[in-house]
């Protein structure tokens, strides 16, 4: 029986605003907390999630942000007292009511999801949010009372399509991956991660086609439960799953 349903985050619930940058957030958050310093710029540019791969080649999935900020610190000749990394991190982070904004039909779905007694779990792959920045949010993007948990990749350590970041959902949701439904606009790392723990997979299509990430496999390899245009239509599809 129907009784969570997981959703993405950035490209799901959450629609960029263009004229936001959060590259420009961070390095003026940055500024504001630790005053200027000249790597800033190149820290936030850097491809830290390609470093770890090649550091761990057996464990492509596995996230540590700040163990790859300290070596990459280390690397340019910056103190290992020089700043504290945890707040290093927090103070990077760009909250989602100022770099996004709910996606068409999102507030309703989830209204939806809880007059129907669903469980609802958000689970993002993101290099510098932890989960309680993200609960720390809710109030600002207007989904309090209506978000159970946050499971996001820097908190688990692994990122999406590992199972562990979606067990570390479920673990809140309380339910068995075959009582639970993932949302998400990336097949391979939302749809086919879920599935292969059990549960179902909805499509949330995104407008234009889509460029398949290097080295992740393409879109039709991967078979939702179900494809939507629109979090408007998702309440319908889950209806379905309820009886």
């Known amino acids: 029986m129907l009784g969570a349903v997981l959703f993405d985050v950035g490209g799901t619930l959450l ?6 940058s959060p590259r420009e957030r961070s390095l003026a958050q940055l500024a504001a907390r630790f005053g200027e310093r000249d790597w800033y710029g190149p820290l936030l540019d850097a491809d830290l999630l390609t470093s770890m791969l090649a550091d761990d080649p057996a464990e492509p999935l596995r996230q540590r942000t700040l163990e790859m900020v300290r070596r990459w610190l280390r690397e340019r000749a910056v103190p290992d007292d020089a700043i504290d990394l945890e707040e ?10 100022v770099s996004g904004e709910l996606a068409p039909g999102a507030g309703a779905a ?6 129907h007694e669903l ?18 949010d809710l109030g600002s ?11 996001t990749s820097h908190s688990v350590g692994y990122r999406k399509p590992h199972p562990a970041i979606f067990e570390g959902a479920l673990a809140i949701a309380g339910v068995a991956a075959r009582d639970a439904v993932m949302v998400g606009d990336e097949p391979y790392q939302d749809v086919s991660g ?3 723990l059990g549960m179902r997979g909805v499509w949330l ?3 234009g086609p889509r460029p398949i990430p290097v080295g992740e496999p393409s879109d039709f390899a991967v078979t939702p439960d179900a494809q939507i245009e629109s979090l408007a239509e998702l309440p319908e599809v889950l209806e379905r799953w309820l009886r």
Request: hydrophobic share 45%.
């Open 119 to 136: 469980r609802t779990v958000l689970v993002s792959n993101t290099l510098w949010s932890a989960a309680e920045d993200f609960l720390s």
């Open 205 to 207: 299509r995104p407008p």
């Open 194 to 196: 879920a599935q292969r």
């Open 88 to 97: 290093l991190r927090r103070v990077c982070v760009v909250p989602g009511s």
């Open 141 to 151: 993007l207007g989904l309090a009372g209506l978000i159970d948990g946050v499971v």
């Open 15 to 20: 629609r960029g605003r263009p004229e936001v």
């Open 110 to 115: 989830l209204v939806w999801c809880r007059e």
